[in-house]
């Protein structure tokens, strides 16, 4: 692969960032609709990182015939990642409910604070299941 085309896979994969963010400013000075800026950035910045790794890894690899790697390996290295991803993302959305909740709760009634910890807490136990649960996966390889 050429240096120019990596160039403008890299320079395009940069645009693809920083164009949506210029419009969300500009958008937020005029007050216009996110969801639109939202949605352009993710399709301009998943289309260039998938057509980039289609241009990148088009070239088969051969592996060596005394290969101990296969192709259980590689998913169970996704799995995990889908483990501890997806459930952080979740731990992430519970805790930020939870604890805006509880900071309301909070400010009417200071005898609040341990009910409302022990629900943050609980909220940020997700994000730990998940990590036990791609340690678990890792062990098995």
């Known amino acids: 692969m050429t240096l120019t085309v ?3 896979l890299s320079i395009a994969l940069i645009l693809s960032i920083v164009v949506p963010f210029g419009a969300y400013a500009i958008g937020e000075k005029k007050r216009g609709n996110y969801k639109k800026c939202l949605a352009f950035n993710v399709v301009s910045f998943f289309g260039t990182m998938i057509f980039s790794q289609l241009i990148l890894f088009s070239n088969t690899a051969l592996a060596a015939s005394n290969s101990t790697a296969s192709s259980s390996n590689g998913l169970a290295f996704i799995g995990a990642a889908l483990a501890t991803g997806f459930s952080c ?9 939870a604890a805006s909740a509880a900071l309301g709760a909070i400010s009417e009634d200071d005898s609040l604070l341990g009910k409302s ?13 998940g990590l036990i649960i791609s340690f678990m996966i890792l062990s098995k390889i």
């Open 89 to 97: 993302i979740g731990g992430g959305i519970a805790v930020a409910s």
């Open 6 to 8: 990596k160039i403008l």
């Open 117 to 129: 910890l022990i629900f943050v807490g609980l909220a940020e136990g997700v994000a730990l299941y």
